[in-house]
């Protein structure tokens, strides 16, 4: 398994004046490679192969006067950049042809000179972690690397990044045994939990307990707001717009610093405190496209459910998703009838009475509904709800025929007829 350790590095003021000619040599090498197939695209050429690309833009290229200081950096670091564009275009056909999972992504795009920078070392460029703490860099020298932690073995490859405020960082990627973060199982029987994620509390766990919603977007955004007020005032090029452009950057940081050290620290103290764990699959791209999408940004749920997915997997723990169709809410926990509140005007009722008597809190009635039904999904063999096929899931409802299609998730196809629903107490059988 292959995991990244990332370091805080602090360059002399000679180093960073290295890291900027190797950062713009990587740059240009990157748009040079984009541009080539850009055009041999418009003119109907053949796609150019990276050995080509290679011997054109940085073997040759160093030989001409416009591209001579090519050779004043290492030349790992160019081809590195090269094998980021290729695999840019790759990523790019492979999504137009769907054979790439996630949202369809556009073709590869010029880098900036403004905004993070970064260069990637392997092992073929010699970089080393001296006896004394440092970096050695080809053609950079020895960085001054904060040590939070030991790496756990010899890394293969470094990438030095500078952000947008000017820091520097180095990420090793080392490889490491794949139980090396095993945790001791917990045989309690309340050691698991269901989590329901929400705007109004982040999520509410087993019991009852509630992690709130700290909100970091929306504590600093009068002063994002005030800063990017300020930068928009500043003439454009000027010395003083890019000192304004910093100090937006800063309050980006702070943001996004204090919300990633939150997430995990949350993770750990779930993955510590249950083994088995239960989440709703949300549709998180979708809910950030309404009303409450400044919400939902703020939230960060993806980045929660995939660190929390990643750690437990690495600790040993069980992890389900349910089903984001799956009514969690609305299902009674003590007499299994769909009693809750439904539609836009049930958001607002976050608590509510079942006809068999029950009082239910809106959130721990959707957590404990959420852990029983991941409880069944790992007894049966399942990672995730199985997918109804367009069937009735109401309790105690015989349902319609599911789609006969095997792997499709489509709902099954409507005819001028109607179909026949089988005969009360049948089995429907639900397919993936």
Excluded at 19 to 30: Q, Y
Excluded at 155 to 173: E, W
Aim: charge should be positive.
């Amino acid at each position: 398994m292959l995991l990244r350790y990332r370091y805080r590095v602090y360059p002399t003021a000679p180093q960073r004046v290295s890291l900027a000619r190797a950062f713009g040599c990587a740059r240009t090498v990157f748009n040079d490679a984009v541009a080539a197939r850009k055009h041999a695209h418009a003119e109907g050429l053949p796609h150019p192969s990276t050995a080509a690309l290679s011997k054109a833009l940085i073997t040759a290229a160093k030989c001409t006067p416009e591209r001579a200081w090519l050779g004043e950096v290492s030349a790992v670091v160019l081809q590195q950049a090269l094998a980021d564009a290729d695999r840019a275009y790759q990523n790019f056909f492979a999504s137009l042809k769907g054979k790439r999972a996630g949202a369809r992504m556009g073709p590869p795009r010029f880098k900036r000179r403004v905004g993070a920078q970064s260069i990637r070392f392997t092992r073929n460029a010699k970089f080393s972690v001296l006896d004394n703490g440092r970096l050695r860099l080809p053609k950079i020298g020895d960085m001054r690397v904060v040590w939070s932690r030991e790496l756990p073995s010899a890394p293969s490859s470094v990438t030095v990044v500078k952000t947008p405020t000017g820091k520097y960082y180095a990420s090793f990627v080392v490889a490491v045994d794949d139980g090396a973060d095993l945790l001791e199982p917990l045989a309690a029987p309340e050691a698991e939990t269901g989590i329901d994620l929400g705007l109004k509390d982040f999520a509410v766990l087993r019991g009852g307990k509630v992690i709130e919603n700290p909100k970091f977007f929306r504590r600093l955004e009068r002063k994002l707001g005030k800063s990017q007020r300020v930068l928009a005032r500043k003439a454009k090029g000027s010395a003083n717009r890019a000192k304004a452009r910093i100090r937006v950057a800063k309050v980006h940081e702070r943001i996004k610093d204090a919300r990633s050290d939150w997430v995990d620290k949350q993770v750990k103290t779930i993955v510590a405190e249950n083994q088995g764990i239960y989440v709703e699959d949300l549709n998180v791209k979708g809910l950030s496209r309404g009303g409450h999408a400044k919400s939902m940004h703020d939230a960060s749920f993806g980045m929660f459910l995939v660190r929390l997915e990643s750690k437990a997997a690495r600790a040993g723990r069980t992890f389900a998703r349910v089903d984001r169709f799956f009514p969690s809410t609305r299902l009674c926990s003590l007499c299994g009838v769909l009693d809750g509140p439904s539609g836009i005007e049930g958001l607002k009722v976050r608590s509510w009475v079942c006809g068999c008597g029950a009082v239910h809190d809106r959130d721990q009635n959707a957590e404990i509904n959420i852990r029983r039904e991941g409880r069944r999904l790992v007894a049966e063999g399942h990672s995730d709800t199985r997918n109804a096929s367009g069937q009735d899931v109401r309790p105690g409802r015989p349902g319609r025929p599911g789609n006969t299609r095997e792997g499709q998730n489509e709902e099954p196809t409507r005819s001028g007829t109607a179909q026949a629903a089988p005969e009360p107490g049948t089995t429907v059988l639900l397919r993936r």
